[in-house]
């Protein structure tokens, strides 16, 4: 009779120990998934660079950012005819440190090469994209 008791405990405790076990992953997993913002922000960025790439014409610049991790992907993209890849990277650059005052980051680091890729649109149009990958610190 001892043993059955005793035995009868012991699955009471443990199944006691699963269900707060359970109950504290949960709450775990909730505070995880309210923890931060993990998605990747597309920004658009106005053109007020001119002077930095002026030979470039049709500039577009768009900048992937993720908050939680603060990497940025930069995407400078121009006609193929008029791009230089110096005139890219200063507007970069110019970029990135605007980007560093405004979000309240003080350095950046280079996260790979920077690549230049050349493609036509469906009109037959040849364009470059200029991509540059870096990540924010505090």
């Given at each position: 009779m001892k043993k059955l008791i005793a035995l009868l405990a012991a699955v009471v405790v443990?199944?006691?120990?699963?269900?707060?076990?359970?109950?504290?992953?949960?709450?775990?997993?909730?505070?995880?998934?309210?923890?931060?913002?993990r998605t990747t922000k597309?920004?658009?960025?106005?053109?007020?660079?001119?002077?930095?790439?002026?030979?470039?014409?049709?500039?577009?610049?768009?900048?992937?950012?993720?908050?939680l991790t603060g990497?940025?992907?930069?995407?400078?993209?121009?006609?193929?005819?008029?791009?230089?890849?110096?005139?890219?990277?200063?507007?970069?650059?110019?970029?990135?440190?605007d980007f560093a005052l405004e979000n309240g980051y003080k350095h950046y680091y280079y996260r790979a090469k920077d690549k230049t890729r050349y493609y036509r649109t469906n009109n037959r149009v040849r364009m470059a994209t200029y991509s540059s990958f870096v990540y924010f610190t505090k």
């Open positions: 443990s199944a006691a120990a699963v269900v707060c076990a359970q109950t504290a992953a949960d709450a775990t997993i909730e505070n995880t998934n309210s923890y931060a913002d597309t920004i658009t960025i106005e053109d007020k660079y001119a002077d930095l790439h002026p030979s470039a014409s049709n500039v577009k610049i768009t900048l992937e950012y993720t908050p990497e940025v992907r930069l995407y400078y993209e121009c006609l193929a005819a008029s791009y230089d890849q110096g005139e890219a990277m200063n507007t970069a650059m110019g970029v990135f440190q």
